[in-house]
């Protein structure tokens, strides 16, 4: 068993981490700010502030990292970082705040684990560091980890900054150090004890699930689906994405860490998180519709700016290293998972359904 302690733990990503983690008898911390986490995943995966499992700290505040990281004695074996603030559109209109939260934040935390000698770092890095796919670098359209890392917007710029961070201070003081880039997360635990809530909501599967259910944004619109351009170089002319069921990509980070702790030494390595199969946004409608035994209806809208044609991951080198394959990802389990959680947020008005 080891302690490890997971920064934004409270969120959609790292509330299923933390279950994995929980499920594998190892020790876990959560420390998050709840800038967009909910004490309620903390609360049903058992950490609260009264147990001591709950750590409210803010990663540009330093003085809340040291106190974090000296809980239950310190001696943290790993930590897990997915805090960060990952809007693509919000990010193009707010770069000092993104590379302030993502970057300065993830500073805060490595000096604050060099201070109290933590030196394994798992960390969420995104398929956006890639930017927009190279057809000479790519395998049958599938994105390597050797592919160039060009990003085009901020926020999958601060996600490659902090990889070059983690390999220099790798290099400098044998952090053992695993970049995960993740494809697009999709799904919850199939409990539906935690799921996913963004607010607001921009991922194509809980955003058809609010405009079935007639979910409105914070701003108080109607959620109302429309599909972003037909006009792609794709089949039918949508974009292909690669959807990873987020409890296939939480076992990706139990084996990660537990290699690392048991490993150390081993300084940067990167693996995409994605199952190696795209879907166009039709395709996921169409399944979507199978799934749930209902239509859904949709708009068809401009493209986006910068929404490439197709991003989807060549996951040949996490499946050599670890043996982990996708055992939940299609969209028939990501459907049904999602809909047991989308009538229970529904039944909430759209908050944390309380337990
Ligand atoms: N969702 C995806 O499909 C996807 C894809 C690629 C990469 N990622 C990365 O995965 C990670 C988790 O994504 P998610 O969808 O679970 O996001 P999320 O917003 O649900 O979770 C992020 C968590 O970090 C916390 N946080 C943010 N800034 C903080 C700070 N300064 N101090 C303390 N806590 C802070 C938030 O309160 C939240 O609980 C992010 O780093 C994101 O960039 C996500």
């Not at 995966?45 to 004695?73: I, V, Y």
């Not at 074996?77 to 705040?97: N, T």
């Not at 050599?320 to 055992?327: I, L, M, Q």
Request: proline share 5%; hydrophobic share 40%.
């Amino acid at each position: 068993m080891s302690k490890i302690l997971v920064v934004g733990g409270a969120g959609y990503i790292g509330s299923h981490v933390v279950k994995a983690l929980q499920e594998a008898k190892h020790e876990v911390f959560i420390l998050d700010n709840f800038c967009l986490g909910h004490r309620e995943a903390a609360a049903v995966l058992g950490c609260t502030l009264d147990n001591g499992k709950l750590l409210e700290a803010d990663l540009l505040k330093p003085d809340s990292l040291d106190t974090a990281l000296q809980a239950d004695g310190g001696g943290f074996d790993a930590v897990i970082h997915l805090a960060a603030l990952s809007q693509v559109g919000e990010s193009m209109q707010q770069p000092l705040m993104y590379y302030e939260n993502n970057i300065t934040g993830t500073l805060n935390l490595l000096k604050a684990m060099h201070q109290h000698g933590v030196k394994t770092f798992l960390f969420s890095s995104t398929a956006a560091t890639y930017g927009n796919p190279n057809s000479s670098f790519t395998n049958d359209g599938k994105i390597p980890e050797s592919h160039p890392t060009e990003p085009i917007n901020p926020y999958g710029r601060t996600k490659l900054a902090i990889e070059w961070l983690l390999k220099d201070c790798a290099k400098a003081w044998g952090l053992t150090a695993t970049a995960l880039r993740y494809f697009n997360a999709a799904g919850n635990d199939a409990t539906a004890i935690i799921g996913e809530l963004h607010r607001p909501e921009s991922h194509l599967i809980p955003y058809i699930m609010g405009a079935l259910y007639g979910r409105h944004q914070p701003d108080g619109t109607l959620m109302q689906f429309k599909i972003f351009g037909d006009d792609y170089a794709t089949p039918d002319g949508t974009c292909i994405r690669d959807y990873i069921h987020v409890s296939d990509l939480a076992r990706a980070h139990v084996l990660a860490v537990e290699r690392d702790i048991a490993e150390a030494g081993k300084q940067l390595s990167v693996y995409n998180v994605g199952t190696g199969r795209g879907f166009s946004v039709l395709e996921v409608v169409k399944g979507m519709e199978v799934a749930l035994g209902r239509e859904i209806p949709y708009e068809m809208g401009d493209r986006r700016a910068g929404d490439p044609d197709m991003l989807v991951a060549d996951p040949s080198r996490i499946m050599a290293d670890f043996g982990w394959k996708p055992e939940r990802t299609t969209i028939d389990y990501i459907s049904k998972d999602i809909l047991k959680w989308t009538e229970r947020l529904a039944a909430h008005s759209w908050n944390w359904p309380a337990n």
